[in-house]
C-alpha cells in the first residue's frame, strides 16, 4: 500500500493513512461467461451424440426330424423341421401335436389322444424319460395302447442318444397303461415295440399316391432277420422287378436307401416291401407284415 499522509498524534502516536491498492480480481469468479462460453451459448459449444443400438439376433436353427404316425395300423414316418436347442423336447412336443390336414388327408393318424401334454422330458445315460399329463392313456383298447407307446418311442430313439424310454404320468412312474394294463414297467426300446406295428421296414420315401418315374428311389429304416429284405414293383397283378435292399439286421433298426428300377408303361403301380427272412415259423420269429405303397408310374 501507498502512503498518503502522516500526521503527528503526539509521542507515541501516529496516524498513517495509505492508498488501496487495485484489487486482483479473477475473471472466471466475477465473469463466468468470459472464459466459459458454454455457459452462454450451449447450442454453439455442446455437440449432443445420438448412439443407435442395433440387435442382431441369430436365425434359429431348424432341424430336419421324422415324427411316427400310423398309416394302416402300422408305423409311418413324415418329416418335420423343429427349432433347437431342445431338439428332443420339440419333436415330442411336434408328434403330440398330431397330423397335419395334409397328413390326415394321405391317411395318417395317430393313437395319441389329442391334447395330451409333455409335462418334462430328461435325458441322461441314453434313456429318455418322457412325462406326459394323464391324457395320454384315455380311452382306447389294446392297439390303440401299443400304438401311442410305439409313436413316443420310435420318435424318441431316432436320435443317436437316446436308446430307450421311460414313461412317466403327472411325474409318476408308470408299470401299467391305461385299463388295457400294456406292461411299462422298464425302459422301452424299438425291439419291445411290438413287430406287427413295424414289419420290419418302415418307407419314409416314397408316400403313398406319390407320382414317380424311374429309377425309383426308395429310402426309409429297416430291422430284418439277416439284414436284407426285397423290394418289389407290380402292376395289374404282376410283377414287374424285385431289389434286394439292405437295413440292420434283427434288434438293430438301420437307415437303408435303394434304387429300383422299372420297366413298365405308365400308370399305377405298387411298391411292395417286407422282411424276408428265412426264419422258420417260431415264437421268436417276427410276422411277415407286407408294406404296400400304391403309386403312380409316369415316363
Not at 440292420?248 to 413298365?264: I, L, P, R, S, Y
Given at each position: 500500500a501507498t502512503p498518503l499522509a502522516i500526521d503527528w498524534l503526539g509521542p507515541e502516536k501516529i496516524q498513517v493513512m495509505y492508498r488501496p491498492e487495485p484489487a486482483t480480481t479473477d475473471p472466471a469468479s466475477t465473469d463466468p461467461a468470459a472464459t466459459d462460453p458454454a455457459s452462454t451459448d450451449p447450442v454453439a459449444t455442446t455437440t449432443t451424440t445420438t448412439t443407435t443400438t442395433t440387435t442382431t439376433t441369430a436365425p434359429v436353427a431348424l432341424v430336419d426330424?421324422?415324427?411316427?404316425?400310423?398309416?394302416?395300423?402300422?408305423?409311418?414316418?413324415?418329416?418335420?423341421?423343429?427349432?433347437?436347442?431342445?431338439?428332443?423336447?420339440?419333436?415330442?412336443?411336434?408328434?403330440l401335436s398330431g397330423p397335419t390336414p395334409d397328413e390326415l388327408a394321405a391317411d395318417l393318424v395317430t393313437a395319441v389322444p389329442s391334447g395330451t401334454t409333455l409335462l418334462d422330458v430328461a435325458l441322461a445315460d441314453g434313456t429318455a424319460t418322457v412325462d406326459l399329463d394323464a391324457n395320454y392313456e384315455s380311452g382306447g383298447g389294446t392297439l390303440s395302447m401299443t400304438a401311442r407307446?410305439?409313436?413316443?418311442?420310435?420318435?424318441?430313439?431316432?436320435?443317436?442318444?437316446?436308446?430307450?424310454?421311460?414313461?412317466?404320468?403327472?411325474?409318476?412312474?408308470?408299470?401299467?397303461?391305461?385299463?388295457?394294463?400294456?406292461?411299462?414297467?422298464?425302459?422301452?426300446?424299438?425291439?419291445?415295440?411290438?413287430?406287427?406295428?413295424?414289419?420290419?421296414?418302415?418307407?419314409?420315401?416314397?408316400?403313398?399316391?406319390?407320382?414317380?418315374?424311374?429309377?425309383?428311389?426308395?429310402?426309409?429304416?429297416?430291422?430284418?432277420f439277416e439284414a436284407?429284405?426285397?423290394?418289389?414293383?407290380?402292376?395289374?397283378?404282376?410283377?414287374?422287378?424285385?431289389?434286394?435292399?439292405?437295413?440292420?439286421?434283427?434288434?438293430?433298426?438301420?437307415?437303408?436307401?435303394?434304387?429300383?428300377?422299372?420297366?413298365?408303361?405308365?400308370?399305377?403301380?405298387?411298391?411292395?416291401?417286407?422282411?424276408s427272412s428265412g426264419c422258420s415259423e417260431g415264437p421268436d420269429c417276427p410276422p411277415t407284415v407286407p408294406k404296400v405303397i400304391p403309386l403312380t408310374l409316369t415316363d
Open positions: 426330424v421324422k415324427l411316427y404316425f400310423l398309416r394302416d395300423e402300422q408305423l409311418a414316418t413324415v418329416h418335420r423341421d423343429v427349432a433347437g436347442p431342445s431338439v428332443l423336447r420339440a419333436t415330442l412336443d411336434a408328434l407307446v410305439a409313436q413316443v418311442v420310435f420318435t424318441a430313439t431316432q436320435f443317436d442318444n437316446v436308446d430307450a424310454v421311460v414313461f412317466r404320468l403327472e411325474g409318476e412312474p408308470v408299470d401299467f397303461l391305461g385299463g388295457e394294463g400294456i406292461v411299462l414297467d422298464g425302459p422301452q426300446t424299438r425291439s419291445t415295440v411290438e413287430r406287427s406295428l413295424t414289419g420290419g421296414v418302415i418307407v419314409d420315401t416314397p408316400w403313398p399316391g406319390d407320382t414317380v418315374s424311374s429309377p425309383i428311389t426308395v429310402t426309409g429304416e429297416g430291422d430284418v436284407d429284405f426285397p423290394i418289389e414293383v407290380w402292376a395289374d397283378g404282376v410283377l414287374i422287378t424285385r431289389t434286394i435292399a439292405f437295413a440292420g439286421a434283427w434288434g438293430d433298426w438301420a437307415d437303408f436307401e435303394a434304387t429300383v428300377e422299372v420297366d413298365a408303361p405308365p400308370g399305377p403301380i405298387e411298391l411292395i416291401t417286407y422282411d
